[in-house]
């Protein structure tokens, strides 16, 4: 499965693989080993909500000891590294995903998307899929981004949240 693959079917349905919204944060370490707690987690304990565990690009946010959120980041011009379970059989990949290619990639599969105007200003570029309801923001590359287009919108980041 290649990255964009996976990035249209978690725009199409919400979720990775067994990954989704509302699932036991144990069942989730369980299929994926156990995560990073972000520093909150570790100074506060397991029992603050709101804050991601990782697993190299995949965050998931975690409220009630439930996951609350999925989200993949991205370094355009690096590569990303994602769990096993979410891309069986690969290695780190290219993180430089064009904005062009990725709406191209949902249009080819019938995954509707809109322009989200709450995060669609100066440098930056976002979409909501539906019915997913999953966010991409965009932004144009920064010094750090080794990427071939300096004027062009790169993926930093796809996610989904409950309400």
Same mark, same amino acid.
């Given at each position: 499965?290649?990255?964009?693959?996976l990035?249209?079917?978690?725009?199409?349905?919400?979720?990775? @693989?067994?990954?989704?919204?509302?699932? &036991?944060?144990?069942?989730?370490e369980q299929? =994926?080993?156990?995560?990073?707690?972000?520093?909150?987690?570790?100074?506060? @304990? &397991?029992?603050?909500?709101?804050? !991601?565990?990782a697993?190299?690009?995949?965050d998931?946010?975690?409220?009630?000891?439930h996951?609350s959120?999925?989200? #993949?980041?991205?370094w !355009?011009?690096?590569?990303?590294?994602?769990? !096993?379970l979410?891309r069986?059989?690969? @290695?780190?990949?290219?993180?430089?995903?064009?904005?062009?290619?990725?709406? %191209?990639?949902? +249009?080819?599969a019938?995954?509707?998307?809109?322009?989200?105007?709450a #995060?669609?200003?100066?440098?930056?570029?976002?979409? #909501?899929?539906? &019915? %997913? +309801?999953?966010?991409a923001?965009?932004? =144009?590359?920064?010094?750090?981004? +080794?990427? !071939?287009?300096?004027?062009?919108?790169?993926?930093?980041?796809?996610?989904?949240?409950?309400?």
């Amino acid at each position: 499965m290649t990255l964009t693959d996976l990035l249209v079917e978690f725009a199409g349905t919400g979720e990775i @693989g067994p990954l989704h919204c509302g699932m &036991p944060l144990a069942e989730a370490e369980q299929l =994926l080993g156990p995560g990073r707690p972000h520093p909150a987690i570790r100074l506060k @304990g &397991p029992d603050i909500d709101g804050y !991601p565990y990782a697993w190299g690009s995949l965050d998931l946010s975690v409220t009630r000891r439930h996951v609350s959120g999925i989200g #993949l980041r991205l370094w !355009p011009g690096s590569t990303v590294e994602l769990p !096993p379970l979410i891309r069986p059989g690969t @290695g780190p990949c290219s993180a430089t995903v064009l904005r062009e290619d990725l709406v %191209a990639a949902l +249009d080819a599969a019938g995954c509707r998307h809109e322009i989200n105007s709450a #995060l669609t200003f100066g440098r930056q570029w976002s979409l #909501l899929t539906q &019915p %997913a +309801d999953a966010c991409a923001v965009f932004s =144009l590359p920064g010094r750090d981004n +080794d990427v !071939p287009h300096r004027d062009r919108f790169y993926l930093d980041v796809l996610h989904v949240r409950t309400a």
